[in-house]
T-cell receptor, first 115, second 109 residues
Framework: EPEVTQTPSHQVTQMGQEVILRCVPISNHLYFYWYRQILGQKVEFLVS????????KSEIFDDQFSVERPDGSNFTLKIRSTKLEDSAMYFCASIYRDRDSYEQYFGPGTRLTVT | DAKTTQPNSMESNEEEPVHLPCNHS???????IHWYRQLPSQGPEYVIHGLTSNVNNRMASLAIAEDRKSSTLILHRATLRDAAVYYC??????????FGAGTRLTVKP
C-alpha cells in the first residue's frame, strides 16, 4: 500500500537555527498538507498546498514558515529561525483530489526538538 | 469553522462494541463528517466519512442523525489495537481539516 514518508524521524536543533523537514507524498496525489502536534495537545493545521502554491494557511503559519515542492516528489517545510515553542511533531499529509476525495494519508511524523 | 464536541475519554472492554459520539450542531449542508484516529506515536489515519446516510466499512460504521447535528462512530468489536484518540472532523468549504481534542478510547482486556 502506498504511504507518505517523512525524514528525519527526529530532528534536534538549537534555537535560532533553520530546519527543513522533508516529506514524500504519495506519487499521484495533488494536494499536500503540513500539521503540527505539540506534545499532549491536538493536531493543528498549518498549511495546504496545491499546484505549486499555498491554498490555505493557519494563523500559526507565519513568516518564519515556508513550504516548497522543489521537485516532483518532495514536499518540504522550512522554519527559518526556530523557537523553543516550535518543538512538536510535524505531520505531512497528502490527498489525490481534495473535495472529491475523502482520505488524507498522513506520514509518521518528524519530531522536532528545539533546545 | 463548524465545530465538533466529543467526550474527552471513553473506556471499552475488548470484544465489545463501542459507540463514540460527536455533536456538530452548527454543521452546514455541504460539510462531510469525517472520523480519523491517532494510535500512540503515529500520525492520524482515516477511519470513515459520511454526508447524510449511515456508512459502513471494514473498520467501523458511522451513524448520522437525521438532522445531521450529531453522529456516532461504531466499532463493532473493540480490540486492544483500537486504543487511540478518535477525532470527529467537519470538512469546511476551504477543505482544511481542523482537529479538535478528540476522544481518547481505552480498551480493557
Amino acid at each position: 500500500e502506498p504511504e507518505v514518508t517523512q525524514t528525519p524521524s527526529h530532528q534536534v536543533t538549537q534555537m535560532g537555527q533553520e530546519v527543513i523537514l522533508r516529506c514524500v507524498p504519495i506519487s499521484n496525489h495533488l494536494y499536500f498538507y503540513w500539521y503540527r502536534q505539540i506534545l499532549g495537545q491536538k493536531v493543528e493545521f498549518l498549511v495546504s498546498f496545491y499546484n505549486n502554491e499555498i491554498s490555505e494557511k493557519s494563523e500559526i503559519f507565519d513568516d518564519q514558515f515556508s513550504v516548497e515542492r522543489p521537485d516532483g516528489s518532495n514536499f518540504t517545510l522550512k522554519i527559518r529561525s526556530t523557537k523553543l515553542e516550535d518543538s512538536a511533531m510535524y505531520f505531512c499529509a497528502s490527498i489525490y483530489r481534495d473535495r472529491d476525495s475523502y482520505e488524507q494519508y498522513f506520514g509518521p511524523g518528524t519530531r522536532l526538538t528545539v533546545t | 469553522d463548524a465545530k465538533t464536541t466529543q467526550p474527552n475519554s471513553m473506556e471499552s472492554n475488548e470484544e465489545e462494541p463501542v459507540h463514540l459520539p460527536c455533536n456538530h450542531s452548527t454543521i452546514s449542508g455541504t460539510d462531510y463528517i469525517h472520523w480519523y484516529r491517532q494510535l500512540p506515536s503515529q500520525g492520524p489515519e482515516y477511519v470513515i466519512h459520511g454526508l447524510t446516510s449511515n456508512v459502513n466499512n471494514r473498520m467501523a460504521s458511522l451513524a448520522i442523525a437525521e438532522d445531521r447535528k450529531s453522529s456516532t462512530l461504531i466499532l463493532h468489536r473493540a480490540t486492544l489495537r483500537d486504543a487511540a484518540v478518535y477525532y470527529c472532523i467537519l470538512r469546511d468549504n476551504n477543505n482544511d481539516m481542523r482537529f479538535g481534542a478528540g476522544t481518547r478510547l481505552t480498551v480493557k482486556p
